[in-house]
């Protein structure tokens, strides 16, 4: 079945730690988007990518890295320059202008 | 202001009809979508509609576009407790390559 997968679906992080979330597609779909999302807010775009090797910041990118060396994977590094990185990140692809799908979630909480 | 707000909660009776409003201030916006989330989960694709259409119907769901207004809406026929979730509207804009701005979704309460 085509889809998209996130993993893992929890993720502690230590205060100092970089972590990096996944995310695969394999329904070659061109653009994947990382969102976060915290409690009572929609959601927020943190990097997105159109093309293999491309990827643009979105309105809350600090803190955070991307890479997009396949077109089936964007991985989300969340590094320790992210003062509050505690939240639900949420990844999507779409092709063309249409609709996006959403993976299941990653919930990353530091401890 | 928010790009697009909605209500935070919205509570109905089983079997009833739920309304979930929307507004949006962006007359670019080609596509509006909505989107229902359960809890700890990703967002599923309810259903869509272009700019250029007034409504859109698919089985149980309606959605109404007021253009003029920036309003959109998406009506729940019938509404069962499995309906419970967030809703999120959001909309995409021309020429933002293809990102989304989202609202701050509405809370479904199902009672039975």
């Known amino acids: 079945d085509g889809g998209i997968t996130q993993s893992p679906k929890y993720l502690f992080r230590k205060e100092g730690q970089n972590v990096t979330l996944s995310c695969e597609q394999n329904?070659?779909?061109?653009?994947m988007y990382w969102y976060r999302q915290d409690p009572g807010q929609g959601l927020r775009l943190i990097y997105y990518?159109?093309?293999?090797?491309?990827?643009q910041k979105g309105d809350i990118a600090e803190g955070y890295s991307v890479s997009r060396e396949k077109k089936e994977s964007f991985p989300l590094t969340v590094t320790s320059a992210q003062k509050n990185p505690t939240a639900f990140y949420l990844c999507?692809?779409?092709?063309?202008?249409?609709?996006?799908?959403f993976g299941q979630g990653t919930r990353l909480t530091v401890v | 202001g928010e790009d697009v707000e909605q209500s935070l909660f919205l509570s109905v009776r089983e079997g009833d009809s739920s309304v979930i409003n929307c507004t949006y201030t962006?007359?670019?916006?080609?596509?509006l979508y909505w989107y229902k989330q359960e809890p700890g989960a990703g967002l599923q694709l309810l259903t869509y509609?272009?700019?250029?259409?007034d409504m859109k119907q698919d089985q149980r769901l309606t959605v109404l576009l007021n253009k003029k207004d920036k309003h959109l809406s998406l009506r729940i026929a019938d509404t069962q407790t499995g309906d419970s979730a967030l809703y999120c509207c959001?909309?995409?804009?021309?020429?933002?390559?293809?990102?989304?701005?989202f609202g701050k979704g509405t809370k479904l309460s199902v009672k039975p």
């Open positions: 999507a692809s779409s092709i063309g202008l249409k609709e996006a799908f």
């Open positions: 329904l070659n779909h061109d653009a």
């Open positions: 990518s159109q093309i293999v090797n491309d990827f």
């Open positions: 962006d007359s670019s916006s080609t596509y």
């Open positions: 509609i272009f700019s250029n259409m």
């Open positions: 959001a909309e995409r804009r021309r020429g933002s390559q293809g990102n989304l701005i």
